[in-house]
């Protein structure tokens, strides 16, 4: 949903229309649960938790003043609940409960089975176990920012410090995250000195065991030794859903745990049909109110899709039969011609760079007006939301500064939107492709632009062209670029240029003693392919919007 829906949706929520805070709820409960539950790795009280969070978040909604603010708003209200939830003094019965978990219960279990992850995926599910309370809090919001659902302002303000605090934070956190993943690739290994030392442990994580496990592996040769490449945390979490919501937790969050006939007694139901009688109603994921103030579950969101309409069969009594019309006469198929699709070639997959020393093939030379931006002769955007609108007949520059080193993750890409006319990516140039490895001395390389093994990765989304550090492209008409910043950081220098330019950069370049020489994408004709991530749409939020390069 877009911003601007969003907003729409606050607003009539607040006013108190059941429906929009049924879907407000629903939109967002996904998202609280997956806090709630990693950083308290699916403890029992994780569904008080999320119903106290969701139902503060009702009560206070009139309270939000910018629904532009309601995502990170949520989540502090999710981290103050978690942080109350470990203040309170734990009850006998719960001590017992906590040294010995469900399970069933275990949210880093629900992750790897649920989103059936394997490999490395699954060695850092596992190792949030081995983390302190602190960290797991953490790490719950740096998972779904890694993943794009948080930004790192968002994350920062959850946790109540400064964004350069946050980003200590999470780097030491990271750090206790990899020694985690050691002790869980060593526990899956075969060291006898391991099995020896582990002989009198109950299986169950916790800081001593981490500690004694830690000090092993250090000084233990074959656990110690990875057998292959440990590719960073940031990069695996890239692409990984939210872990949906079970169908007994709709259940319970609508019931309270209880049967429907129980649902006025006392608990959580009590509260939330309380709330009823408020300009604010209390609404779950998966259920719908009818008349009486009833909840019913519509469609829990784990229930299999209803059977295909061939396969119900009627149960009402047999009717006089009604003789079909005879067949029509089979209308011979036409023979498969080949066509280009005339303008928007799909560019949304990988394709394979040439050589270095490849010279360019030949640019095609468009015609040539001028190009205008709101942003003048050099737009710099660093910043979620920054855009700039380019009219004219010409060519442009965009030239892009990834930033691992102040936060790497996935990376969600710019889009063009509100396209009045064509729009061509002709050519990619600026002396080097991003992912150029170059030696650091130690022999593993690193990645030039993209981040290195001290500092984290970048992570392009799946299907993304190769990049290039200068990309061009051709508008004739008028189009907007906006910077969706979302995880990892980056920056768009736009610049209005000519074909002159473009051809001399994508054609000359030595750098490091060899010639990397661009890339040629225009074949002159309506056929080149057209940026990624274009739409013709113009919303309130172009992150939002499913982009497509088919236009």
């Not at 009539?12 to 790795?41: S, T």
């Not at 784990?302 to 009402?316: I, K």
Request: hydrophobic share 35%; net charge neutral.
């Amino acid at each position: 949903m877009d911003s601007q829906r969003w907003r729409s949706t606050i607003a009539a929520a607040q006013a108190g229309d059941r429906q929009a805070l049924d879907e407000l709820v629903e939109g967002w409960l996904p998202l609280v649960y997956n806090i709630v539950g990693r950083a308290l790795n699916g403890h029992a009280d994780v569904d008080d938790v999320v119903q106290e969070t969701m139902l503060r978040a009702v009560d206070n909604l009139g309270s939000l003043r910018d629904p532009d603010s309601f995502r990170s708003w949520l989540v502090a209200i999710a981290m103050r609940q978690i942080r109350d939830r470990a203040r309170r003094p734990s009850e006998p019965a719960r001590l017992e409960e906590e040294t010995a978990p469900d399970s069933a219960a275990d949210f880093a279990e629900l992750t790897v089975l649920r989103l059936q992850l394997e490999g490395q995926r699954r060695e850092v599910a596992e190792a949030v176990r081995w983390l302190d309370d602190e960290d797991r809090q953490l790490l719950s919001l740096w998972w779904l920012e890694v993943a794009g659902e948080l930004s790192r302002r968002e994350l920062a303000a959850a946790v109540g410090i400064t964004r350069q605090h946050a980003a200590v934070r999470v780097q030491r956190m990271k750090e206790r995250l990899e020694t985690a993943r050691g002790i869980v690739r060593a526990l899956d290994g075969a060291c006898p000195e391991l099995r020896e030392l582990t002989a009198r442990w109950n299986s169950g994580p916790d800081s001593v065991w981490r500690k004694r496990l830690a000090r092993h592996i250090r000084g233990c040769g074959y656990c110690g030794g990875t057998r292959e490449a440990v590719v960073p945390a940031e990069r695996l979490l890239v692409g990984i859903a939210l872990v949906p919501l079970p169908v007994g937790f709709t259940l319970s969050l609508a019931f309270g745990g209880k049967t429907a006939a129980a649902a006025t007694s006392v608990g959580w139901s009590a509260k939330l049909l309380g709330a009823l009688t408020k300009p604010a109603v209390a609404m779950t994921a998966g259920a719908t109110i009818v008349a009486g103030g009833a909840y019913v579950v519509t469609q829990p969101p784990d229930a299999p899709p209803p059977p295909p309409r061939a396969a119900v069969t009627s149960t009402a009594p047999p009717t006089s039969p009604v003789p079909s019309p005879p067949p029509a006469p089979p209308t011979p198929s036409p023979s498969p011609t080949p066509r280009a699709d005339l303008y928007g070639s799909v560019v949304d997959a990988v394709d394979r760079a040439p050589d270095p020393d490849t010279p360019p093939g030949a640019l095609p030379h468009r015609p040539e007006s001028g190009i205008t931006s709101t942003g003048g002769p050099r737009a710099v955007m660093e910043h979620r939301g920054d855009s700039v609108t380019l009219s004219g007949q010409g060519y442009i520059l965009v030239r892009w500064q990834i930033a691992p080193h102040d936060r790497p993750g996935g990376l969600t890409m710019p889009s063009w939107t509100g396209l009045r006319g064509k729009l061509f990516h002709v050519a990619s140039g600026g002396g080097r492709r991003m992912d150029d490895r170059v030696g650091d001395g130690s022999g593993r390389g690193y990645v030039t632009g993209m981040g290195g093994p001290d500092i984290g990765y970048t992570v392009l989304p799946a299907g993304t062209q190769q990049m290039w550090q200068n990309e061009y492209f051709y508008l004739d008409g008028t189009v907007t670029l906006t910077v969706n910043e979302r995880g990892a950081s980056y920056g768009l220098s736009v610049f209005p240029t000519d074909w002159a330019a473009v051809n001399k950069d994508i054609n000359t370049g030595p750098e490091q003693g060899a010639t990397r020489y661009g890339l040629t994408r225009d074949n002159g004709k309506d056929t080149a392919p057209v940026p990624q991530y274009v739409t013709r749409s113009t919303p309130a939020d172009p992150a939002t919007v499913p982009q497509r390069s088919r236009v």
